[in-house]
């Protein structure tokens, strides 16, 4: 009930707002219509549309098609018209004397058939007639084969250009300063993308990346999960008649991958099949550590004291087959099924001291040791999906059905040997061994039902299932047996099941002529069914979230639009946070999941203002805030000493994941892009925020703090084979519920040739050339204990990539290179 209360009550201030403005009756009409494939009758995304008066050359407005082939041009004056339609690949048609008057203000051209380019080509380069930075009415999409810098590196090189996206020096991911985001790839789920998102971004060759698409605030059509929005990455496929595909090498001094794609097209039918391979070469990162803790009750101080290295890689196999057939003018099917394969590895030791010491400064106790660990992590999935469209006579009307799964196995296993100096003496040791399985499957439906012109209503529903079953075997050392024996205390299993069911409902409309408006209700309900055996009970929860949605447009012009718009998020806890496996591999720091986590739900409001130069570039702010109660975050407690099974931990912090309150954001976004010729390009993007975060769990530990992030990307074509791009970003320093997180800067630069016609082409890219580490510090405190930690992070890298464009078309027969429909004229 407070939430429709809060809906209603932005909605009405909203109306409010807009409201002031009065209705003129002469601020023009709207050509709209929809962009086929003559073929294939499939709707062709970013077609471009141009507007001429009727006898001039000069273009006085345009736009592009979206997902579905349409488009619409506003706020067209009185006047005789004519529009070209292109598409690279296609041949232009124009449509002539389209007249807008008072009795004829809104113009449809209905369904536009546009054919595919004459003669025969034994080679093809297909690109997408977009800009870098696309946005849409819901999203924004970043176009990822314009990015220079991206053709040696892999997903998450893209990630941290892309506007309100930032990555830390290990991968994470954030979204406008939010880590819990829904990640999909070509717009499914899958478990590779719950379990380890860091392994598998820096697992997907950059250079098979055709689009990302960013959705801050999501409709109701959208799932609810993902706090701080949804991530598309979007790989490269095209529809083009004939056999063409791409291979793609990269060696490097860090990152070596490979990939190759081949699609197949025949009239309606066509296939695509790829493989890529990723591999991080072995690094080395330097640790130091430092903890001073107190034990009230004995009235003691333990230092703790730290260093070593570690020896890390990783590794990734992706490659599948997907087909698309359009049965008729109305039906078609696609289908898909991958597999995903991914890993990392880590090798190290850590030297140690701990010293005890009274109230009054005395030795109590000090203690030399070593400690050699080692862990590993694998997994491996099986991912169909099949997918049903059915379109109607009405451009508008729309059926979908998608039926997804996501099948995986994944494996942890963890070990360590701790000495006492000189390595005379075995006191501890663990072996660890931690196998699951993990299925996420979905089968959903949408239908857009035109209800009067320019008023449409979405309906649909969606069933999705989360199982996940898991054991953990412990082994640790028993100096009595002078052998490692199984522990029940650090063993476990596991077994989660989690179904949603879900409902909405969208209604988009115009008020007036305004602005645009689209309101919605999503309702889900959630029910879990988990068995903990070191808990030995079994939890049923169930609940249920409602999620109302509201989405304003106001286009001011031309080109400029403003956006207003309110959500709610969810963020259901996934495997690696529930998994009470417990890692003590390091007796002093435990780390274990957290099987009783709730979700953590958001309320979230933004505002967005969007200016388009044309030629010269874009530019675009937005406000946001938002609000999330059951925060969920690392979180570190101190314990003296801390009884597991028959093993009993002596100054030892235990990390695992809680909800901790309540944590709130407010902050502007930044984003502009300038061409400043036709050579050189500069685009930035900025990200400064507040954030308040309410501890519950350690009540007056509470943090406040400004957060700043900024990234600058500048491009110069030298020529049309050459060309250079340099980019770099900085993350500030910031402060969370237990202390304070490292900054991070970094840059690169890249130098691209293409020859063969531009079917081949070479890339050179460096990575903070003049440092071989990045220095990470953290600060952290909490009743009874502070540390300090150094981490000296590998980052300096040297890539050489080699790309080959290749493709026999065959094109029919020679037709006119441009078609015009006259308007004027009689229509058959």
């Given at each position: 009930m407070k939430k429709g209360i809060i809906t209603i009550a932005f909605s009405f201030f909203l109306l409010l707002v807009f409201g002031q403005e009065k209705i003129n009756e002469n601020t023009g009409g709207n050509i709209s219509g929809k962009i086929l494939d003559s073929s294939t009758l499939r709707p062709l995304e970013y077609a471009t549309i141009t507007l001429y008066r009727t006898g001039k050359s000069k273009a006085i407005n345009g736009t592009t098609s979206d997902s579905?082939?349409?488009?619409?041009?506003?706020?067209?004056?009185?006047?005789?018209?004519?529009?070209?339609?292109?598409?690279?690949?296609?041949?232009?048609?124009?449509?002539?004397?389209?007249?807008?008057?008072?009795?004829?203000?809104?113009?449809?051209?209905?369904?536009?058939?546009?054919?595919?380019?004459?003669a025969t080509l034994q080679t093809v380069e297909v690109t997408a007639p977009a800009k870098l930075v696309d946005n849409k009415i819901d999203k924004m999409v970043f176009n990822a084969e314009k990015d220079i810098t991206s053709q040696t590196g892999v997903a998450t090189d893209i990630l941290k250009k892309v506007p309100q996206i930032s990555v830390d020096v290990d991968g994470n991911v954030e979204l406008q300063g939010n880590s819990n985001i829904l990640f999909l790839i070509n717009g499914k789920p899958s478990t590779i993308l719950g379990s380890n998102i860091t392994d598998v971004l820096q697992a997907i060759p950059a250079n098979q990346i055709k689009s990302i698409e960013v959705i801050t605030n999501p409709g109701t059509k959208y799932d609810a999960q993902g706090t701080g929005g949804i991530i598309n990455i979007i790989l490269k496929h095209n529809n083009v008649q004939g056999i063409n595909g791409n291979v793609s090498l990269t060696t490097g001094t860090i990152v070596q991958n490979g990939s190759i794609n081949i699609n197949?097209?025949?009239?309606?039918?066509?296939?695509?099949?790829?493989?890529n391979g990723n591999a991080r070469l072995t690094t080395k990162t330097i640790a130091s550590f430092n903890r001073v803790s107190t034990d009230t009750a004995a009235k003691t101080n333990d230092i703790l004291q730290q260093n070593g290295s570690s020896n890390f890689n990783r590794h990734g196999l992706q490659s599948g087959i997907g087909f698309d057939w359009s049965a008729d003018n109305h039906n078609t099917f696609s289908g898909a099924l991958s597999y995903h394969n991914f890993g990392n590895t880590s090798k190290g030791f850590l030297n140690q001291t701990e010293q005890t010491q009274t109230d009054?400064?005395?030795?109590?106790?000090?203690?030399?040791?070593?400690?050699?660990?080692?862990?590993?992590?694998?997994?491996?999935?099986?991912?169909?999906?099949?997918?049903?469209?059915?379109?109607?006579?009405?451009?508008?009307?729309?059926?979908?059905?998608?039926?997804?799964?996501?099948?995986?196995?994944?494996?942890?296993?963890?070990?360590?040997?701790?000495?006492?100096?000189?390595?005379?003496?075995?006191?501890?040791?663990?072996?660890?061994?931690?196998?699951?399985?993990?299925?996420?499957?979905?089968?959903?439906?949408?239908?857009?039902?035109?209800?009067?012109?320019?008023?449409?209503?979405?309906?649909?529903?969606?069933?999705?299932?989360?199982?996940?079953?898991?054991?953990?075997?412990?082994?640790a050392w028993n100096p009595y047996s002078n052998s490692y024996l199984f522990s029940s205390s650090l063993s476990n299993n596991l077994n989660y099941d989690q179904k949603v069911y879900a409902a909405y409902a969208e209604l988009n409309f115009p008020v007036g002529k305004?602005?645009?408006?689209?309101?919605?209700?999503?309702?889900?309900?959630?029910?879990?069914?988990?068995?903990?055996?070191?808990?030995?009970?079994?939890?049923?929860?169930?609940?249920?979230?409602?999620?109302?949605?509201?989405?304003?447009?106001?286009?001011?012009?031309?080109?400029?639009?403003?956006?207003?718009?309110?959500?709610?998020?969810i963020n259901r806890p996934g495997y690696f946070d529930l998994n009470p496996y417990i890692n003590a591999s390091d007796p002093k720091s435990i780390t274990t999941g957290n099987p009783y986590l709730n979700p953590e739900i958001w309320d979230r409001y933004e505002a967005s203002y969007n200016y388009d130069f044309g030629k010269t570039g874009s530019f675009m702010i937005a406000l946001f805030y938002?609000?999330?109660?059951?925060?969920?975050?690392?979180?570190?407690?101190?314990?003296?000493?801390?009884?597991?099974?028959d093993t009993t931990y002596i100054n030892a912090a235990v990390t695992t994941r809680e909800n901790i309150g309540v944590e709130k954001n407010a902050g502007t976004n930044l984003f502009f892009d300038f061409h400043i010729n036709d050579k050189f390009n500069v685009r930035s993007n900025i990200i400064f925020f507040y954030r308040h975060t309410i501890n519950r769990l350690d009540p007056g530990y509470n943090s406040s703090t400004a957060i700043y992030r900024f990234t600058v990307n500048t491009s110069y074509q030298f020529t049309s084979s050459f060309a250079a791009e340099f980019f770099g970003s900085f993350n500030s320093r910031h402060h969370e519920?237990?202390?304070?997180?490292?900054?991070?800067?970094?840059?690169?630069?890249?130098?691209?040739?293409?020859?063969?016609?531009?079917?081949?082409?070479?890339?050179?890219?460096?990575?903070?050339?003049?440092?071989?580490?990045?220095?990470?510090?953290?600060?952290?405190?909490?009743?009874?204990?502070?540390?300090?930690?150094?981490?000296?992070?590998?980052?300096?890298?040297?890539?050489?990539n080699f790309t080959w464009k290749f493709g026999k078309l065959q094109m029919k027969k020679e037709k006119p290179e441009e078609n015009n429909i006259d308007l004027s004229a009689p229509q058959q």
């Open positions: 579905s082939g349409n488009f619409i041009i506003t706020k067209v004056s009185p006047g005789n018209y004519n529009i070209i339609i292109g598409f690279v690949g296609y041949s232009s048609i124009s449509v002539k004397n389209i007249i807008i008057n008072q009795k004829n203000e809104a113009v449809n051209l209905n369904q536009i058939l546009i054919n595919r380019k004459s197949a097209r025949k009239g309606k039918f066509g296939m695509n099949v790829f493989a009054s400064g005395g030795a109590y106790s000090d203690i030399n040791s070593v400690n050699n660990t080692n862990s590993s992590f694998q997994e491996y999935s099986f991912d169909p999906s099949l997918n049903y469209k059915r379109s109607f006579k009405n451009k508008e009307q729309e059926l979908e059905i998608t039926a997804d799964g996501s099948f995986a196995h994944n494996h942890i296993s963890s070990g360590n040997d701790q000495y006492l100096l000189p390595r005379d003496s075995l006191i501890y040791g663990t072996r660890n061994d931690n196998p699951a399985k993990e299925n996420e499957y979905e089968i959903k439906a949408d239908y857009v039902q035109p209800l009067r012109k320019d008023i449409n209503l979405g309906i649909g529903g969606k069933f999705a299932g989360y199982d996940i079953t898991g054991t953990a075997n412990a082994l305004l602005f645009e408006a689209r309101l919605g209700t999503r309702y889900e309900r959630t029910q879990v069914n988990a068995f903990y055996s070191n808990a030995n009970q079994k939890i049923q929860n169930g609940y249920n979230t409602i999620i109302p949605s509201v989405f304003l447009l106001k286009k001011l012009g031309e080109s400029q639009t403003l956006k207003l718009n309110f959500t709610i998020r938002r609000q999330s109660n059951g925060d969920i975050q690392p979180f570190i407690v101190y314990y003296p000493s801390i009884q597991v099974g519920a237990q202390g304070f997180y490292p900054s991070f800067t970094s840059y690169s630069i890249a130098f691209r040739k293409l020859f063969w016609n531009k079917k081949g082409s070479f890339a050179l890219t460096g990575n903070n050339i003049f440092s071989k580490y990045v220095d990470q510090k953290t600060e952290l405190y909490g009743p009874g204990f502070q540390t300090n930690g150094l981490r000296k992070v590998p980052y300096q890298s040297i890539g050489l």
